[in-house]
């Protein structure tokens, strides 16, 4: 269901037990959606336990070991 954001202040405890029975709920402002509320179960499940990207991104594989250095060589004659 899409809440305006007027009528989810005004209804901000039934927003939120919705949010727990029924799952993420959208709030829009003029007609553009803006946030999604959802409990704190579902937030957590779906960050699976990650922290922020820095971290996600940290976490990945050594890539010390590649060679990625730039060729000097000039680049091939083309006819156009």
């Known amino acids: 269901m899409a809440w305006q954001l ?3 202040k005004q209804r901000f405890s039934q927003l939120v037990r919705r949010a727990l029975d029924e799952g993420p709920q959208l709030v ?16 957590k499940r ?8 820095r971290d996600y991104l940290l976490s990945g594989p050594d890539l010390s070991a590649l060679d ?4 000097g ?6 006819e156009l």
């Open 46 to 53: 779906l960050s699976n336990g990650e922290s922020d990207l």
């Open 28 to 43: 829009t402002r003029r007609g553009e959606e803006v946030v999604v509320v959802l409990s704190a179960a579902e937030f």
């Open 73 to 78: 060589d000039l680049a091939r004659a083309v």
């Open 68 to 71: 990625l250095e730039r060729s």
């Open 6 to 8: 007027q009528e989810a």
